[in-house]
């Protein structure tokens, strides 16, 4: 068989990963610095990822929108600590048309302040409310040290924000889009999840509450993969939200954002993918069944290929017999296509075929006849067994510690770690300082000492804390 070389992941994860974007035709660097070019396969992979949020969103009452690439500087300076916390990575237009602009307009980063001066507007009365949008776009942010799908200067995301009549519907609201972000990760992506509350000091900026999904990559570091906001009252002061209610008195509204981007790509690649390229959950895999014809007569691969097809399974017929069966079998499985399907002379010969599984790459004869039947009943098996494999390593790779030596000694191998917190922002910046690790989200859990694992203060909080993409 035709061999693919990619860097093995115990050697160098990093240069495996870029292998595997590459090889698998995922995505090219563009021209400016930060960017990326997202070719056919990527953004397959993307688009149904896309589909499937964008039905458990406006299950949500959601409805999407599109809002301009170009916010006035003044918007975001009407929010300061917002403006604060994006500054350093704003891009910032000062000329068009050939003349200098009488005010800046920054390249979004994010919605929030141009969507909330709308909100003001469309929002007068307590009938208005919930008011609830989403958008798919593109935002630009400054990144010191772009990769691609992990940080790029410019990103496609989803982003939505809401506005309600109360705070604590704001609370609703944020924590019902966690929940759909964490059945997203574990239904569609297969990817095992914690979900908590954001530290102070890696909360969204503007936010009262921030929370998040965080998942454990193979190298052990950890990825935040969606967040959700409850913005309470900030921007609604800021930008006059305010509507009458029953009783005809005027209130700030509350209002929330949430977000996943195209970040949950890299997250897929690291978590699934093993030393022989991508392994895709059948969900959102472009083609979830390859059928491999070996010779030139091809009757029986287009049967099946039907058949397939009209049970609903994006399939694909690589008939390139011109190009050996190593070859193509390698393609296939660096883009990590769930099952593959081999009908050879030998196969049909004995009246068979011979299924691959991607996963583990394990093999099977099953008789010609049911061969569709089988290959759809291993799709459901596979995503099951990616999600349980991520499950397992994730709290394999989670571990209490109550020493801070003990700590400082494993966190080179990795994982998360569950620790007893003070709370105070000392204790957070000096975990931040001496070990370069961060605070991953605070959990619902006993913490594993009745003090801070930083100070030795009394505890506060149980948390997650690991090193981070």
Same mark, same amino acid.
């Given at each position: 068989?035709?061999?693919? !070389?990619?860097? @093995?992941?115990?050697?160098?994860?990093?240069?495996?990963?870029?292998?595997? !974007?590459?090889?698998?035709?995922?995505?090219?660097?563009?021209?400016? =610095?930060?960017?990326?070019?997202?070719?056919?396969?990527?953004?397959?992979?993307?688009?149904?990822?896309?589909?499937?949020?964008?039905?458990?969103?406006?299950?949500?009452?959601?409805?999407?929108?599109?809002? @301009?690439?170009?916010?006035?500087?003044?918007?975001?300076?009407?929010?300061?600590?917002? !403006?604060?916390?994006?500054?350093?990575?704003?891009?910032?237009?000062?000329?068009?048309?050939?003349?200098?602009?009488?005010?800046?307009?920054?390249?979004?980063?994010?919605?929030?302040?141009?969507?909330?001066?709308?909100? $003001?507007?469309?929002?007068?009365?307590?009938?208005?409310? @919930?008011?609830?949008?989403?958008?798919?776009?593109? !935002?630009?942010?400054?990144?010191?040290? @772009?990769?691609?799908?992990? =940080?790029?200067?410019?990103?496609?995301?989803?982003?939505?924000?809401?506005?309600?009549?109360?705070?604590?519907?704001?609370?609703?609201?944020?924590?019902?889009?966690?929940?759909?972000?964490?059945?997203?990760?574990?239904?569609?992506?297969?990817?095992?999840?914690?979900?908590?509350?954001?530290?102070?000091?890696?909360?969204?900026?503007?936010?009262?509450?921030?929370?998040?999904?965080?998942?454990?990559?193979?190298?052990?570091? $950890?990825?935040?993969?969606?967040?959700?906001?409850?913005?309470?009252?900030?921007?609604?002061?800021?930008?006059?939200?305010?509507? *009458?209610?029953?009783? %005809?008195?005027? &209130?700030?509204?509350?209002?929330?954002?949430?977000?996943?981007?195209?970040?949950?790509?890299?997250?897929?690649?690291?978590?699934?993918?093993?030393?022989?390229?991508?392994?895709?959950?059948?969900?959102? $895999?472009?083609?979830?069944?390859?059928?491999?014809?070996?010779?030139?007569?091809?009757?029986?691969?287009? =049967?099946?290929?039907?058949?397939?097809?009209?049970?609903?399974?994006?399939?694909? *017929?690589?008939?390139?017999?011109?190009?050996?069966?190593?070859?193509?079998?390698?393609?296939?499985?660096?883009?990590?296509?769930?099952?593959?399907?081999?009908? %050879? $002379?030998?196969?049909?010969?004995?009246? #068979?075929?011979?299924?691959?599984?991607?996963?583990?790459?394990?093999?099977?004869?099953?008789?010609?006849?049911?061969?569709?039947?089988?290959?759809?009943?291993?799709?459901?098996?596979?995503?099951?067994?990616?999600?349980?494999?991520?499950?397992?390593? &994730? #709290?394999?790779?989670?571990?209490?510690?109550?020493?801070?030596?003990?700590?400082?000694?494993?966190?080179?191998?990795?994982?998360?770690?569950?620790?007893?917190?003070?709370?105070?922002?000392?204790?957070?910046?000096?975990?931040?300082? =001496?070990?370069?690790?961060?605070?991953?989200?605070?959990?619902?859990?006993?913490?594993?000492?009745?003090?801070?694992?930083?100070?030795?203060?009394?505890?506060?909080?149980?948390?997650?804390?690991?090193?981070?993409?």
């Amino acid at each position: 068989m035709a061999k693919v !070389v990619l860097t @093995p992941q115990a050697e160098n994860f990093p240069a495996w990963y870029q292998d595997v !974007v590459a090889r698998a035709e995922l995505a090219d660097n563009g021209p400016a =610095r930060g960017t990326m070019v997202i070719r056919p396969w990527g953004y397959a992979i993307w688009e149904l990822m896309q589909a499937d949020m964008d039905r458990r969103i406006k299950a949500t009452g959601a409805q999407n929108v599109a809002f @301009p690439l170009f916010i006035p500087m003044s918007f975001l300076e009407k929010e300061k600590q917002h !403006v604060e916390g994006f500054s350093p990575e704003l891009a910032v237009v000062t000329h068009g048309g050939g003349e200098e602009l009488t005010e800046p307009l920054v390249v979004r980063p994010t919605s929030e302040t141009v969507i909330n001066h709308y909100f $003001a507007k469309w929002v007068q009365s307590h009938r208005d409310l @919930p008011l609830m949008i989403n958008l798919w776009n593109n !935002v630009v942010r400054w990144e010191l040290r @772009p990769r691609v799908f992990l =940080r790029t200067t410019e990103f496609l995301w989803q982003e939505g924000h809401t506005a309600h009549a109360t705070y604590e519907d704001a609370v609703e609201e944020t924590r019902r889009m966690l929940e759909v972000y964490r059945r997203f990760m574990e239904e569609t992506l297969a990817i095992s999840v914690a979900v908590g509350e954001k530290s102070p000091g890696e909360r969204f900026a503007g936010a009262d509450h921030t929370f998040t999904c965080e998942a454990l990559m193979r190298d052990g570091k $950890a990825l935040q993969m969606g967040t959700s906001h409850n913005l309470g009252h900030n921007f609604a002061r800021a930008f006059d939200i305010q509507y *009458l209610d029953a009783g %005809g008195e005027r &209130r700030h509204a509350a209002t929330t954002s949430w977000g996943t981007s195209t970040r949950m790509i890299g997250g897929t690649i690291m978590v699934h993918g093993d030393d022989h390229g991508l392994r895709l959950p059948p969900t959102i $895999a472009p083609h979830q069944v390859v059928i491999m014809q070996l010779d030139s007569e091809g009757e029986a691969a287009r =049967r099946v290929e039907a058949e397939l097809r009209a049970a609903g399974v994006r399939t694909h *017929l690589d008939d390139r017999t011109h190009t050996s069966f190593g070859r193509r079998s390698v393609d296939w499985e660096i883009k990590g296509v769930p099952v593959r399907i081999e009908l %050879g $002379a030998r196969e049909l010969a004995a009246g #068979e075929a011979t299924l691959v599984r991607r996963d583990d790459r394990s093999k099977s004869k099953v008789p010609l006849d049911g061969a569709a039947r089988a290959a759809i009943a291993l799709l459901d098996e596979i995503q099951q067994a990616l999600f349980t494999r991520s499950r397992a390593f &994730r #709290e394999e790779n989670t571990h209490p510690v109550t020493d801070f030596d003990d700590f400082t000694q494993r966190l080179g191998d990795g994982g998360l770690f569950l620790a007893a917190w003070s709370g105070t922002e000392e204790s957070e910046q000096a975990l931040r300082e =001496r070990t370069s690790a961060t605070i991953r989200c605070i959990v619902d859990a006993d913490p594993p000492a009745p003090t801070c694992l930083i100070t030795g203060m009394p505890a506060e909080h149980t948390v997650l804390i690991g090193r981070a993409y």
